[in-house]
């Protein structure tokens, strides 16, 4: 501190000397200013009188410094790993400054002699490049210098290492680097061989390399094919793959070679070259096989590549057959011959194979033994098994293999199939629909996607349904809801079958609320897909009568609701459903129309005035509800200018009735929900702050203010100034009515002004600058006065009604209420729930994260993995598959505890002094009951009791403790744990019976630790 004090008397004493050499003398001004001082700010303005000096935390440079120094004083190979190793955990706070850590390590690696040591050098360089890239040519070509000079193989291995990292543009003479890698690549040692085809590869990529190089690497890396380390085979393969896709090397001549690999003993290098045939396949699909390799000279390169990796969907290795797998779907796409594709999904065919194959393995044993005649031979399923049958029957191979990728990877398979070939979409519909049987639950899923994708107009038969109808009530949302969508572009072969699927429906919306919308969009595609169906069971989905009347159901009933969404979109196609219904499915569409307008048809044209009659005694037209709502809107915007003229107390009353009025818009039309909700939000605040806001209403008003600018986004840059000015005219109204300021209070103050002042193009206001650093509350009331009129006053003309305004939202799926089961711990006091959400219009800049909340206020944040997030092809929404996790110190009685969703607002959107403090909740918490944590309370009781005794070693059979004493422990102990109605809030009589249940347990749980036999066996437990 006193060495910043002594700089900053320097720095004041310059600023003085330039003031006074100057011809002109500044004005008179007295100022006020925050000086941070640091290696890019060492000078004052001479224009500031009055300096405030803020300390910032010490920088990295001397951390770096104090590296140096270390490095310098050491001696052992020892000593270096450990301060390398400490380095490269704390490499974060080096960030700033890794240019100067590389020339360090750079030049620790030139001056060592001994080669161990600058092998931890080089290797810690590397992990430095890989984290923080700022490698330059310099250092690359001296550390190529020790490459061409070392005589150590570990040296130069590392320094291979190193190379193959890099990009291609460092390398400055990267005919010099591709020699040093071939001279290393012809190394007994494998690893040095290893990194040389590395380097090799990434120099070979380089646009400017000469042809001749990129030629001799090629035949270099087709020379390694033949080693004898299956490790170099393998790494040369995957060397040569990467160059195809570069197209670099491509030739058919290589295609014996790569056949000759597809032999090999180890699982990566048949692997390599299956992907090294496929690259030359795709990007030589008409090109004939090269001559003495292929019985038909006239067969092309594609057919005869398609043929070998049929052959590998046998392999003995999985991630063999899960490759082939995708790649028969991959070729497919480019020109297979359909009769090869047909073989592939032929069963009669893959059976006639394999009774050839097993005729001809009991002639080969008859042949060998003959003392043994033909029906003694017995030959295992495992000998008998095809190894090499091509094409015939591969991709029902592939469904039904024993492991769940290879049967994931033949699902994907058949739909690259159905997109090029259309003759085999109705076999691969019945392969696909006998996947819906597998044991694991993500080929299921695949399966259903995949359905629903290549199933559009087909007809599924009644065993084909019966797979659906058993899924249809699984636990999982991702399953349903991909049986939903493939429920809405099918059709159904039979009326029976549409039936039960009908009501198989029903229960899962009885059972699973959060399917409601899903399955009403699945009902609504099943009428009009089936509308001739509907017809001849309309009887059993309404109750209706040729000539008598029947009781009119409650339209309250889900199983009413989607029988009149099924029948009424069927009536859209068969307009004979219409002249058959009773008259209270007028009545009921009516109100169907307006409140769910996307799932129910507009059957206006196909009325008669007839049938509008005979139920209603006017003549009227049946409403449209999609431009009612935008009709409302539209005249809550003209009303809301109304409001400027009246009073202070009236124009209170009026916003928030017209919040109250726009709130209900937003729940009429999805549509117009976000710009609906933005704008009552917006009214709320002017109802706060227009007449007697105090402390409490202000905070709820800045509130609001940040939950405009965080959840709802694609505002205009008008809309986003004119919220940022409320939000600051909120802040400045709260620090104008009160008496006395903090100091944290003035500093987010000062803050916000600053900020907004970054982000507003418009000229400053007219006040004294003086007065906000010397009377904060003053400048405040005076930007109050200023201010007001434009804020308060200002029109809704900026809010349009194609506004892109778009609004965050975050549901829970799993769980959708209140969770009612008591959660006890697991013997880490921890315990999780699963949990799933699903996110619309979230930012890519913006981090939600999930909440807990102890009953005791206290809460944590828990982050949610990318692992855990993907995309929604349906509506681009977010689906998020997480845990929630309670541990919190101990309590002695059941407890509540509530989690939530919150959303981080964006910096330059919306001002905040700490990102990762300040939230806005999105949903609405779920509590969780949590059952008491016994075992800690046991085990800290235990621990005091060792503590207060004086004998060093005691069981617990010779602790002398008075019963009475024992009686009065255990009774304070139940009653605190007990749940007291007054002081948890809890009054309801269901949660009243459970806490009673609750105690009864644990008083039968005590009774059980009063016998010494309980306590000696707990103590061998623990």
Known sequence: MATLKKRILQNISQTETIANESQEPPPATTTTATLILDSKNQSISPFISKVRLVELPTSSYPRLTEFVKRLKTLKTLREYNEILVEFIDRLILFQNYIDDCITILVQHILNATDPLIQIAFINTLITVEQQYPKSSVIHTNQLLELGEQTKSIKVASALLSYFSILPASLFLDKNAFVRFAIQYSSNIHVRVQLCAFKLLGTLARAIDLELSLKSSIVNKLLQAIDHDDARVRAESLRTIVDLFKCKIGLDSNHYSSFVECLQDYYAEVRLAACEALFLLAINAPDSIVPSGISNDESSKLINEIFRLICDLTNDEAKIVRVQAMKMIGQLCRNGVDINLVHQTLDKKLLRITKKKAFIAKVEQLDSEMDDITVHDVTVDAQSASITAIGPYGALISGLEDEYSDVRAAAIDSCYDISCCHDVFQSKLVEYIVSMFDDDIEHVRLQAMRVLGKIAQGRVLRGEQVLSILTELLSRSYDIRSALHDVLRVVRIGDPDTLFKLFHRLVENIQRFKTDSHSVLRCLRELGQNNSAFIALILPKLLPMHSYLDVQEPQFSKIDHTCALILVLNAALHHPSIISVLPDYVFRHYRYLRTKEPDLTPNLQTNFSHGQLTKTFDVDILLPTTVSSSHDVFERILKLFEQGQDLQAIDRQKFYRNLAAELHKVAEMDIGLLAISECLSLYCEVLAIMTYQCNTRSCLK????????????????????????????????????????????????????????????????????????????????????????????????????????????????????????????????????????????????????????????????????????????????????????????????????ATFSVVLFPVRSQCFVMDVNDEFVEITQPIRVLLHPKYLRHRLRKKHSIDEQSTMSATTVEQLDIPDDDNDEHETEWLDETGVDEEETGHIDDDESEMDTSQDDEQIEYVETRKTPDSDEDEDMSH
């Open 701 to 896: 008003a800045l509130s609001i203010c940040k939950r405009l600018l965080t959840v709802f986004h694609g505002y205009s840059k008008k809309q986003l100034l004119i919220f940022q000015q409320l939000h600051l005219y909120c802040h400045l109204f709260l620090i104008s009515i009160q008496t006395k300021l903090s100091t944290n209070v003035r500093q987010r103050c000062y803050k916000h002004i600053q900020w907004q002042r970054m982000h507003q193009n418009d000229a400053e206001i007219n006040i004294d600058e003086k007065i906000l650093h010397t009377n904060l509350i003053s400048y405040a009331q005076q930007y109050i006065s200023i201010m007001s009129k434009q804020i308060l006053l200002n029109k809704t003309n900026f809010l349009k009604l194609n506004d892109p305004i778009r609004m965050v939202s975050v549901k829970f799926l799993e769980p959708e209420t209140d969770i009612e089961q008591v959660l006890e711990f697991l013997p880490g006091l921890s315990v999780s729930i699963p949990c799933l959400m699903n996110a619309k219009n979230l930012d890519q800049q913006q981090n939600i994260n999930i909440k807990v909340t102890y009953l005791d206020g206290q809460y944590c944040l828990l982050p949610i993995n990318d692992d855990n997030i993907r995309i929604l092809t349906e509506d681009n929404s977010l689906r998020i598959d997480s845990k929630v996790t309670f541990s919190h110190q101990h309590w002695l009685r059941p407890c509540y």
